[in-house]
């Protein structure tokens, strides 16, 4: 079956340097999603992206989508301490109603 | 709007016990999900729903059951519980229509541990 693969597993940062997480597919995908997990919450959904090559920002997150829409990665510029969390990449299943989750990057920050 | 619910939100269980967890959305969508997570892991998928009355296997089923008999509940069984099924039980609902298809929205989670 499909698996979804992200590294790093983990990262420590000081404050305001940048961070990034990519994320890979044994498949080809029709899109891919990333969510954030803060400690002890649950995944909440940040974006989607649909199209080979497609970039998207919010504000301090940048994010891509390869042009073979077999990878992702999330950027941070400049993190903040607001940051800290587990980051996971989600691909669709063929049929689209199922995601296959990657196994997440966590992301510390110092102050 | 509530969005997704879950009760309990902790529970302590003895081997050999069993228990429901509940969870309810009021977003009226129609794929409902029931995930573990482990310390420190990644959300692994136990079964999920396409719709009222229909349910599947996901990743690691075994020694779950499931039912979704009404479009907003989707119900995750314990038969005999093991201490291998302590963890975090996530449950997420999610719509093949709007903006985002199928963007998943989860609930708070059930923190259980099995003795």
């Known amino acids: 079956g499909q698996q979804v693969m992200q590294i790093p597993q983990y990262q420590h940062v000081q404050e305001g340097e940048d961070f990034t997480t990519y994320c890979n597919s044994s498949t080809t995908l029709s899109n891919i999603q990333w969510y954030k997990q803060r400690p002890g919450g649950h995944p909440v959904f940040l974006i989607q992206?649909?199209?080979?090559?497609e970039v998207k920002k919010q504000k301090r997150l940048t994010f891509q989508f390869g042009e073979a829409k077999k990878n992702s990665s999330l950027h941070i510029t400049a993190t903040q301490t607001t940051d800290v969390g587990t980051y996971f990449c989600a691909g669709p299943e063929d049929a689209g109603n199922m995601l296959t989750f990657g196994g997440g990057t966590r992301l510390m920050v110092k102050p | 709007n509530a969005g997704v619910t879950q009760t309990p939100k902790f529970r302590v269980l003895k081997t050999g016990q069993s228990m429901t967890l509940l969870c309810a959305q009021d977003m009226n969508h129609e794929y409902m999900y029931w995930y573990r997570q482990d310390p420190g892991m990644g959300l692994r998928l136990i079964h999920y729903?396409?719709?009222?009355?229909?349910?599947a296997k996901g990743e690691v089923p075994d020694g779950y059951n499931v039912s979704r008999l009404k479009k907003q509940n989707f119900l995750l069984g314990l038969e005999s519980a093991a201490p291998s099924q302590t963890s975090v039980y996530f449950c997420?609902?999610?719509?093949?229509?709007?903006?985002?298809?199928?963007?998943?929205?989860f609930g708070p989670g059930t923190r259980l541990t099995v003795t």
């Open positions: 997420a609902s999610s719509s093949p229509f709007g903006s985002v298809v199928y963007e998943q929205y």
């Open positions: 729903s396409v719709g009222e009355g229909t349910t």
């Open positions: 992206l649909v199209k080979s090559g």
